[in-house]
């Protein structure tokens, strides 16, 4: 009787056992609603987590204290884009649309998140990737054996969203330009790992992350940086690894990218040769130089380098140090001086100054006549051919005004600090694509809107020739008009405005970078295009890159003078996507309709 009893109490552990084992392995399917903001549990070692019409969430966050071998399925059948974001995850950033699926496994040993993808090599599936099973990613492969000259790229995504390149192979390869967004340098040395994901706008490869070569000042022969075999170059500078002069290579390949860092104790020379500089530029301790190579223009342009900045009160005696290419100084009340002298610099060289003072002051150079600087004022001084200090902005003075209905829904401060901020971000805009002009606020001011005003076109037309509105403006001398409120629409402009149109709107229902793309329009400009051959004239916006015109996704307007920061091509095309140059060409106008 006693041995029948142990024998069915070890049947019953063993079954429990097995409950316990058959329910680690059932999957727990979950939705957005069975989760709180996106979070995804830690109990669980199995998840299959789906997104819906209706049962959606943007940001799917992968859980916070995972056990081994976790398992997280995500699988998209919503309409709307999900992403995951994680510091372990081979790429940056997951983006899953509909019909997608992607499964990550977590490893404690490392305590890192991979991704579920296939392994490629030039013996199993030859030396172009390869997409036709629709899978999501892959990782290429290449070692002694297993080995190709040059690895082609799928001339479209299909469903691939990712690709990790990698060698351990003894010989170079190559991957091949062709279906690369920036035709880089690409040689794939043993070692080395590439990462891409596709870019749907240009339908072209990007790079995610790529290996940088490190290279010692000291090691640099001729001190010329020798042609880069990878899209990213380092050159470092020590006070044991140190030279006095610094030339970029003779040429590189498009989106190659060179920068130039410096921890030594004294001050080298970058030179100008194959550069787009005016002149030499100094690097010091702690400078940071970035070259971008451009093949249309067969020079490397300079992306990134240091700028100063300053509180007026900060200026001892006046005597601003002028020693990086871009100087900031700012003026309010208690950080102000009656005069700034600025000191003979290179060709080139901007000093921008921005002043809430409610006094104004005085900006002195040599060869240059007095400039006053006024209150609200953003103002730009450059360094001309001649070596001798300009000003090289105009300023637009604007009357901004803001709907009492926008007070009744947000309260005075708000409807205030809107206009505030819009006109931040569209002088931030004027600075970062090298504009001739500057806009200022004379004054903010409720406006007492009509009832009639129902769209934004309403109050467009007619604050045209609204008495109150108009007898306030020539009051205060202002050049135009900007006017936000609560009326249906988001934004309005007349486009390459008379004095009589030079009316902009917006309203709350939208952001407000709104602001820049409406005075943009004021300013002569249309909407973006996304290939030059689309442009009838090259007064539009660059919609590949999203610029104020085009989409309004970065703060630039287009210009084929400088690079974009995330795509590094060309923020437009000459003669024919240019905003920047059509802009300069009508702001003196605009600041005469006082």
Known sequence: MIGMLFRRYIALVISLVCVCASSLAVAANLTPKDVVDGQLPSNDRNIIFTTYNGNWVRDIKL?????????????????????????TLQFEQLHLTTGDSVTLRYKAGNASWSIDMENQSPNATG???????????????????NWTRQITLPEDAQKLRGIIISSDAA????????????????????????KLTYNTTYKKWAFQHTPQRVINARDI???????????DTLVQFANANFIHTLSLPAQGKEGDTVTVRSRAAWTASILKANTNMKTPVSLRTGDEYVFVYRSDRRHWALFTHPEKSFNARDVKNGELAVISPTTRVYFSNGNWQRNLRIPQSPEGFRVHLKTDAWWSFTVRAQAMKNEVIHRGEHVTFVVNASGNWERETVTIDLLGYYSHRNVERLGEAASRNRLVEGMTLTNEALINSHANFRFRFVSIERFQSPSTWLRLGDALSALRSDKTAQDRRNALKADGIYYEGTESGCGLAW???????????????????VMRHELGHNMS?????????QASNYNVGYSREGTVMGGNRQP???????????????????GQIDGVRAMNAFSHQVANYN
Request: proline share 7%; hydrophobic share 30%; glycine share 8%.
């Open 63 to 87: 859980p916070l204290t995972p056990e081994d071998n976790t398992v997280v399925t995500v699988i998209s059948k919503a309409g709307y884009a999900s992403n995951i974001a994680h510091a």
């Open 525 to 533: 400009l249309n909407h973006g295009v996304s290939l030059p051959e």
């Open 221 to 231: 022969r001729d001190g010329t940086v020798p042609t880069p075999t990878s899209p």
């Open 171 to 194: 010989w170079d390869a190559e991957i091949s330009g062709d279906q690369l967004l920036t035709k880089s340098s690409t040689r794939l040395k043993r070692g080395d790992t590439y």
């Open 556 to 574: 630039y307007f287009s210009t084929p003078e400088l690079l974009s920061p995330t795509t590094k091509l060309p923020l437009g095309f000459e």
């Open 495 to 513: 486009v390459r405005a008379s004095r009589f149109n030079m009316v902009a709107s917006g309203t709350i229902h939208c952001g407000t970078t």
């Open 127 to 145: 030396s172009q990737i390869d997409n036709s099973a629709g899978q999501q990613y892959v990782h290429y492969r290449v070692w002694n054996g």
